[in-house]
């Protein structure tokens, strides 16, 4: 199939990269309730390799439910600054909410949660049974957007359960902590799409992108506070070989490219 073929008519192209949200305001309402609300306690996520809670989030009439990742309870890696993957996780929803793809629940980070700093995010109330390899052949152009983004943000750790379903059939990307090194470590369960061009309206973006990022917009100066100066500058080598080779990168031979359990 040639990129010509692959290309989303111009009017389908907002419908093409949005889903989550119905508009700006409704993202914005979600973020404001995320940053000033009242957070409580309700439990620890089970089977997470850092302390994961569930957290109740008040603000005025408004309540929903929230995961809270502190900052103290995320384990050393080898590889990546100690204390940096909650900002990670901020670093990696701005992005998306720039590009318009794929959907990341609204993340925020916040110093006065209960085990102090740390990041917040929408709980997405997801089927528990649906993960990228129940959803792959049905949900192909999320997939499509899923694959394109992690090799710009350099994810090594796309397992297949952090792919979810909500209740309305919306699929969602999460758990963003271990990206954005500096040097290539991409490894994910998504090779469906090797060598094959990505869609016209994801390049679209990823220019856009380029673009801003050149001009010193303000996606430039949240990722600075959330990256290093050479993670920073990784991204924008990702982002120019992507829109230089206009295809889906080749698993890597030097780094093992499937995460370890895939699920």
């Known amino acids: 199939m040639t990129n010509d073929e692959r290309r989303t008519p111009e009017s389908d192209t907002k419908r093409y990269l949005t889903a989550a949200f119905r508009n700006r305001e409704e993202r914005e309402e979600l973020r404001a309730l995320l940053t000033r609300g009242e957070i409580a306690m309700e439990g620890m996520v ?41 900002k990670r996780e901020v670093a990696a929803y701005e992005l998306s909410a720039f590009l318009n793809f794929p959907n990341v629940p609204v993340t925020i980070l916040r110093d006065d949660a209960p085990q102090g700093l740390g990041m917040v995010q929408q709980f997405v109330d997801h089927k528990r049974r649906e993960n990228f390899f129940t959803l792959r052949d049905k949900c192909r152009a999320e997939m499509e957007k899923i694959a394109v983004f992690d090799a710009l943000i350099n994810n090594t ?107």
């Open 157 to 263: 750790d796309r397992k297949g359960g952090h792919i979810l379903a909500d209740q309305n059939g919306t699929i969602w990307a999460i758990d963003h902590g271990v990206t954005f090194h500096q040097d290539p470590k991409l490894r994910t369960v998504i090779w469906d799409f090797i060598d094959e061009p990505i869609p016209d309206p994801l390049l679209e973006q990823l220019e856009t992108l380029r673009v801003a990022l050149k001009a010193n917009e303000p996606i430039r100066a949240t990722l600075e506070k959330m990256l290093a100066r050479s993670e920073l500058r990784a991204l924008n080598q990702r982002l120019n070989a992507l829109l230089k080779e206009r295809v889906y990168p080749t698993p890597p031979e030097d780094w093992p490219h499937i995460p370890w359990p895939p699920v």
């Open 46 to 86: 089970p089977w997470s390799s850092n302390y994961t809670y569930l957290v109740r989030i008040q603000l005025e009439e408004h309540s929903a439910y929230g995961i809270y990742k502190p900052q103290c309870g995320e384990r050393p890696l080898w590889d990546f600054e100690t204390g940096s993957l909650c």
